[in-house]
């Protein structure tokens, strides 16, 4: 809600005083050292300590970093406001099977969600910190996907194809 109330501010601020605004909705961003999931990811399957769950089909909108410059430069002198990722929106698998690939390690052992949701409620005893919980099973099992359509028609942008382009560095 604080993030929709700020951009209307924006908004009418930019409005009011004749200025250009721009707002990029990045969704999960991908590049070098990336934090977030997407590191917990990689240093899981680095560590060999990574489980996928339920086959990993939840499905992610994803930007690559190079993709911010480039959108900032198309959309300076237009404005808007977009929602900005890449077009295939990758599974959780598509992901893991591209990370242990570039690491030279095995793909990650898939365990059926119900183990996974048993493991989360004990990890719900131990708070946050746990590597488990449901507020984390629940992210990392949900689809989570926009649409990037008004960037590429107003800005006449591509993005870059994350599954092509993500390299681990």
Known sequence: MSKIQAEQ????????????????????I????????????IN???TGKYLSIAGGKAR????????IAILIKKSASIGGTYNVCDNHH???CELERLIARQLNKKYP???PYSVAKTIALFGNL???????????LTK??????????????????????????????
């Open 140 to 169: 990392i099992t949900s689809s989570l996907t926009f649409s990037n359509q008004k960037a590429r028609e107003k800005l006449n942008w591509e993005p870059l194809d994350v599954l092509t382009h993500f390299k681990i560095s």
């Open 126 to 136: 131990l708070g946050s910190k746990a590597p488990l919980n449901y507020g984390k």
């Open 90 to 92: 990758p599974s959780f």
């Open 44 to 46: 899981g399957i680095k």
């Open 109 to 111: 052992k898939s365990i």
């Open 60 to 67: 992610k909108s994803i930007l690559m970093a190079d993709d």
């Open 9 to 28: 501010y924006l908004v009418d601020w930019a409005k009011k005083n004749n200025v250009i605004l721009t707002i990029l909705r990045p969704s999960l």
């Open 30 to 41: 991908a590049g070098k050292n990336p934090l977030g999931n997407l590191g917990a990811m």
